[in-house]
């Protein structure tokens, strides 16, 4: 039976963080970088944090973020995490409340691709940010997402597993099947069934439950 697997990208997958990046690009990166704090450890609501984020970009032009998510790099051996988990037959999906096109230019410079990704969009027109977001993850419901994707798959949710780390990422780890905490801020940690700290060990787990095996999820 087939199992859907899906990572938080911002902390999980990435080791940098898309919005601070942004923010580099305009000279706000501290205001940012509060602000995503503040969200990951739950003492702002995460659409609030997230547009306010956004508003500090307003005027950035395209081409400087296009250099910004240049600039994103994966974890060492999350490409190869993720195609191992595809070649094993499972749905893998990233659910992320940053950037399509961030994740997009990030994966495609590796030869990844998932088979979902669930994430919001930068508004840009006229060749500039607008200091506005839309997407299915403004306000959060990674939970929704979670279920949505499931239930399109034809995977009931105990046999999902969810890898994250911020308070965004929650909802979903507290509906998934398994939920893996990775780095997780305090107030996630509790509702983890597991914590790693690093890509290999979360690899060794992946390997150690078998789901790495080619056909495992046939």
């Known amino acids: 039976m087939s199992t859907l ?84 037959n499972h749905h893998v999906a990233v659910i992320s409340g940053s950037f399509r096109r961030g994740i997009e230019t990030a994966l495609e410079r590796e030869r990844v691709a998932p088979d979902t990704i669930v994430a919001n969009r930068l508004v840009i027109e006229n060749g500039a940010v607008t200091g506005e977001v839309d997407g299915p993850l403004v306000e959060g419901g990674k939970d929704e997402a979670l279920d949505r994707l499931a239930g399109t798959e034809g995977i009931d949710l105990g046999r999902t597993v969810v890898v994250g780390n911020g308070a965004t990422d929650l909802p979903m780890l507290k509906v998934a099947g398994t939920a893996i905490g990775f780095d997780p801020v305090p107030v996630v940690e509790p509702h983890c069934d597991v914590v790693v700290h690093s890509l290999r060990r979360l690899r060794l787990y992946f390997d150690q439950h078998g789901m790495l095996e080619p056909g495992e999820g046939d």
């Open 5 to 88: 697997v899906a990572f938080d990208f911002d902390g999980a997958l990435s080791r940098t963080d898309m919005s601070v990046l942004l923010g580099e690009e305009k000279d706000v990166a501290n205001e940012v970088r509060g602000l995503v704090e503040q969200g990951r450890r739950g003492e702002v609501e995460f659409g609030v944090s997230l547009r306010q984020q956004v508003e500090l970009l307003d005027g950035l032009s395209d081409a400087r973020v296009a250099a910004a998510f240049e600039r994103i790099r994966l974890r060492d051996g999350a490409a190869d995490l993720l195609d191992d988990l595809r070649g094993a």
